[in-house]
């Protein structure tokens, strides 16, 4: 079994800063891509930034310059630095990473998501 288990969500102020984390375990042979969507009520899931194993990063513009992604390999983690937060960052966050398991087996998988809200 592989999994994805994101931490690091909450409330904060606008301009603010939150720091995502999100670990995989299990039968993990190698992880591909990583990456961080978000979902905020009444829209469709939105890609955040993403992170190849060899470290390059694409963002979303809305968060360019503000959100930084990152990853640990010898951790199987990836984070997402937040800075600058805005209302309209406020979405559920969800951890995705393209992972190979000791089967030989490649498939996307999906963390549970974390609360972000950003408000006063």
């Known amino acids: 079994q592989v999994q994805l288990v994101e931490s690091g969500g909450g409330l904060v102020q606008p301009g603010g800063s939150l720091r995502l984390s999100c670990a995989a375990s299990?039968?993990?042979?190698?992880?591909?891509?990583m990456g961080w969507y978000r979902q905020a009520p009444g829209k469709q899931r939105e890609l955040v930034a993403a992170?190849?194993?060899?470290?390059?990063?694409n963002y979303a513009d809305s968060v360019k310059g503000r959100f930084t992604i990152s990853r640990d390999n010898a951790k199987n983690t990836v984070y997402l630095q937040m800075n600058s937060l805005k209302p309209e960052d406020t979405a559920i966050y969800y951890c995705n990473a393209r992972i190979t398991n000791m089967l030989k087996y490649s498939r996307d998988y999906w963390g549970q998501g974390t609360q972000v809200t950003v408000s006063s």
């Open positions: 992170i190849t194993s060899g470290g390059s990063t």
């Open positions: 299990g039968y993990i042979f190698s992880i591909n891509d």
